[in-house]
């Protein structure tokens, strides 16, 4: 057997491309070393046909060293990459690292048969791989017939399932009897339907995966911020404190009185309307309240009348559209005390199809300038990101123009 230096096996910092390469070589040389007479090299098998790194290699090559051969491996390969599935390379070396003993599987007994009952359960080819992707650590370990039995009619279809999957696959490993169950139960007894916990729960799924006690603990804290029971925003009471502790959120309350110098008594009335301003960071709240208060020069009353009006983005939303309401009402086609807030609501086609489309002859160019600054690519873009108002300025300045052109006079 040979032997290496550890520095050089298990470096975890950022190497330079040579230390890499040499590492590369060391572990592909002592892969081949290690194997015995008539077995295949693990690690080299696994970086130059699965496409895993070699560090994800040496970890993985355990659960398949004992294997005389390629022959199965390669059937799962094939099977993977083949009609049935399509996975591309990226997607197989994916699923190869966090799970090796896919290699071990049979073809025709294991992985076919899972599937044909995936298929049984309404999924797709396309949802097919999507769920391979995103469940690769426990596909092949998993009870189907019992978790899809259960999360697809009670989420309302396999392509909600998949959202839920993408970023919490832990419905597929929780114990329904012990965890999900309590959980849903524990929901229900606050007033919500099922129909309401799955909607509420695709976006926010470790309410049901998690401790039950935890539940409990998320919905004293959603009933200090004083919301009723039996209001639809309730809902998002409980969305919104499931990512916030008890000192998070008094901290977020704290936060949010000091920024706009208001009572606390204020805030709890803005957030009693709007939940979800909980979520909002501290550097976005005071660059927003920034903004409207020194550029739109809307007062604090203004923003606890409105609170959601901080919840949109500063450059894409409210610097372009308070730009194109400038620009409206200095050639007088809309009121000087036009509300802000209600050309900030609006979906972005509602917006241009009231507010630029029916001036293109008098204000050509505005909808082009509106767009760019939604994307970000007004003049001076990168600093506007740090000064939005910049944004504002830009477009103002293109409107001068305008107005100083014949179609301005």
Not at 265 to 281: G, T, Y
Not at 382 to 405: F, G, H
Request: charge should be positive; charged fraction near 20%; aromatic fraction near 6%.
């Amino acid at each position: 057997m040979l032997h290496f230096p550890k520095q050089l096996l298990s470096l975890r910092h950022p190497a330079s491309p040579v230390i890499l390469s040499l590492r590369r070589a060391l572990l592909s040389t002592a892969a081949a070393t290690d194997a015995p007479p008539g077995a295949f090299a693990a690690v080299d098998y696994l970086v130059t046909t699965c496409g895993l790194t070699p560090e994800q290699a040496l970890k993985a090559a355990r659960y398949i060293s004992h294997c005389k051969s390629t022959s199965n491996a390669d059937s799962v390969l094939a099977f993977l990459s083949g009609p049935a599935l399509r996975l591309s390379k990226a997607d197989i070396a994916r699923v190869v690292s966090h799970d090796p003993r896919i290699l071990n599987c049979s073809v025709e007994n294991t992985l076919k048969a899972r599937i044909a009952s995936l298929r049984s359960y309404g999924l797709d080819d396309a949802q097919v791989r999507t769920f391979l992707r995103v469940t690769h650590c426990v596909f092949r370990t998993f009870s189907i017939h019992e978790k899809l039995g259960f999360w697809i009619p009670f989420l309302g279809s396999p392509e909600k399932l998949l959202r839920v999957l993408r970023h919490n696959y832990y419905l597929l490993t929780s114990d329904l009897d012990r965890v999900v169950k309590p959980n849903i139960a524990t929901l229900r007894e606050s007033g919500m339907s099922p129909a309401d916990i799955a909607r509420m729960c695709v976006p926010n799924s470790r309410l049901l995966t998690c401790n039950p006690d935890t539940v409990k603990s998320i919905l004293e804290r959603a009933d200090k911020l004083g919301v009723p029971r039996n209001s639809p925003m309730f809902r998002q009471a409980v969305a919104t404190t499931t990512g916030l502790g008890a000192e998070t959120m008094a901290a977020k309350l704290k936060l949010f009185g000091e920024t706009l110098g208001c009572s606390a008594a204020e805030v709890a009335s803005a957030v009693r309307r709007n939940p979800v301003l909980l979520k909002v960071s501290g550097e976005k709240l005071r660059r927003v309240v920034e903004f409207l208060t020194k550029v739109v020069r809307v007062d604090t009353a203004y923003i606890l009348a409105w609170p959601a009006i901080v919840m949109y983005s500063l450059e894409t939303r409210l610097a372009p559209r308070y730009s194109v309401m400038k620009a409206l009402q200095e050639k007088h086609l809309i009121r000087k005390d036009h509300s802000f807030y209600s050309m900030v609501t609006s979906s972005d086609e509602t917006f241009r199809r009231r507010h630029t489309h029916p001036h293109k002859d008098l204000l050509p160019g505005l909808d082009d300038a509106y767009m760019a600054a939604c994307r970000g690519k007004t003049a001076h873009s990168s600093r506007a990101m740090k000064d939005p108002s910049l944004t504002c300025n830009c477009m103002l300045e293109w409107n001068s123009r305008s107005t100083n052109s014949d179609f301005g006079n």
